[in-house]
Every structure is written in structure tokens, then in C-alpha cells.
């Protein structure tokens, strides 16, 4: 059986004014959102829809720091896995930075 491949990145979201959408480096249409101007119920609001989409649009990033996470671990004890995790650490602070919307 064949493992299906996520759409290639980088995303990137577009904004209209009634929905988010991720887009992949190919075009191709990852995930869409939209909300409600006024009432919470069966979709969010504009701010939370944003929040919601922009933590979507760091999939990629984070997955890939997860990977290099679980390598990092399996490293024999010394220098070269001190180093590795030190890398990791510092792309994870900038995956989550992108997940939370942050510069």
C-alpha cells in the first residue's frame, strides 16, 4: 500500500472577506474557513477563524521539527546530540512562532 503525500509547501494563507484559505506552492487548495460576523455557533468568528487556519498553515513546519525531534532522540549521547537538539530547539521556536502568528 502506498502512503498518500501532503500537498507541497510552503502554504500560504489568502484571505477574502468571508474566508481563509491555505494554498500550497502548487496552487492546489489545502484547507478552507470561513466564519460568522456576529455568532458563534456553527462557525467562528472572523478572529478565531484566522487563529484556527494561521495554526493549520504551520503543519508543515511543525511536522518537520517532530521528525528532526525523534531523530535527535535516537542520537548516541554526546556532542553531535547536544548540538542536534539545539538546532531542533530553535526551529521548533520558530514553527511555533509561525503556529501562534508570531513574526
Not at 460576523?37 to 484556527?52: D, I, K, Q, T
Amino acid at each position: 500500500m502506498t502512503q498518500a503525500k501532503h500537498t507541497p509547501g510552503p502554504w500560504k494563507i489568502i484571505a477574502t472577506n468571508v474566508s481563509f484559505t491555505i494554498v500550497g506552492a502548487d496552487g492546489v487548495h489545502v484547507m478552507k474557513t470561513s466564519w460568522h460576523g456576529h455568532v458563534r455557533e456553527h462557525y467562528p468568528l472572523m478572529a478565531e477563524a484566522l487563529v484556527n487556519i494561521t495554526l493549520a498553515s504551520a503543519a508543515l513546519e511543525l511536522l518537520a521539527v517532530a521528525k528532526r525531534l525523534e531523530y535527535a532522540a535516537r542520537m548516541e549521547p554526546g556532542k553531535d546530540r547536544l548540538a542536534a537538539f539545539q538546532t531542533v530547539a530553535e526551529e521548533a521556536r520558530a514553527a511555533i512562532a509561525k503556529a501562534e502568528g508570531r513574526p
